[in-house]
């Protein structure tokens, strides 16, 4: 019980496209998503908190217009960077937080964005 | 604000050896406190966790122990395995977010 999954696990665009990440709890309803980024060999740093139906509360220095966050659905939220640079290119890990389990965050596999 | 300082990497050991990857933590109020592990190229999974002082998590021959008193959660292993090779992540939580340590490292050679 408790996966999450994400899609696409790797993705290229190149600068200035848009690219969407989705993150699903398939077993269980997520009331809270969180969306972290990875830089390589670093630890996670959490970008922003999206609770279903409202608006995402953002990190402090993370850009909401550049990453819109999307949390529309108990089991579904997505990350859309847009006009995407070469220094957006990291690894995206998304974790949700069900009804029950305190504090308890199940982790996606993440997604490699490289921007060309 | 939280914080979490675990020991730097990278660590490498003999298989079977003894392990004890070192957090400590900095928080107002008491979080529960997490050990995550990440294998290459895949997202974090839980560990192991604990929520009040005193108590003891442990999974797959891994254990830590909530110290308030040293306000630490240092992971440990008796005997490793090669497949324990990862990045082990410690983290601490109130109020739904967490925050994590920098990450170690842990290689283990046959």
């Known amino acids: 019980g408790a996966v999450v999954s994400q899609h696409p696990s790797r993705v290229i665009c190149k600068s200035g496209t848009s690219v969407k990440i989705e993150c699903r709890s398939l077993?269980?309803?997520?009331?809270?998503m969180f969306w972290y980024r990875q830089f390589p060999k670093q630890s996670l740093m959490l970008m922003a908190t999206?609770?279903?139906?409202?608006?995402?509360?953002?990190e402090q220095g993370v850009e909401k217009d550049k990453f819109l966050i999307n949390h529309a659905s108990l089991t579904l939220s997505t990350l859309t960077v847009t006009s995407a640079h070469p220094e957006d290119s990291s690894f995206y890990i998304c974790?949700?937080?069900?009804?029950?389990?305190?504090?308890?965050?199940?982790f996606g596999p993440g997604t490699r964005l490289t921007v060309t | 604000g939280d914080s979490v300082t675990q020991m730097e990497g990278p660590v490498t050991l003999s298989e079977e050896a003894f392990l004890t990857i070192n957090c400590t933590y900095t928080?107002?109020?008491?979080?529960?406190l997490f050990w995550y592990v990440q294998y290459p190229g895949e997202g974090l999974q839980l560990l192991l966790k604990?929520?009040?002082?005193?108590d003891k998590g442990s999974n797959k021959g891994f254990e830590a122990t909530y110290r308030k008193e040293t306000t630490s959660f240092h992971l440990e292993k008796g005997s490793v395995q090669v497949s324990d090779s990862a990045v082990y992540f410690c983290a601490g939580g109130s109020n739904y977010k967490l925050t994590f340590g920098k990450g170690t490292l842990l290689t283990v050679n046959p």
């Open positions: 999206s609770n279903e139906g409202s608006k995402a509360t953002y």
């Open positions: 604990a929520t009040k002082a005193d």
């Open positions: 974790s949700a937080r069900g009804t029950s389990g305190f504090n308890e965050q199940y």
């Open positions: 077993d269980f309803q997520a009331t809270t």
């Open positions: 928080a107002t109020g008491y979080p529960s």
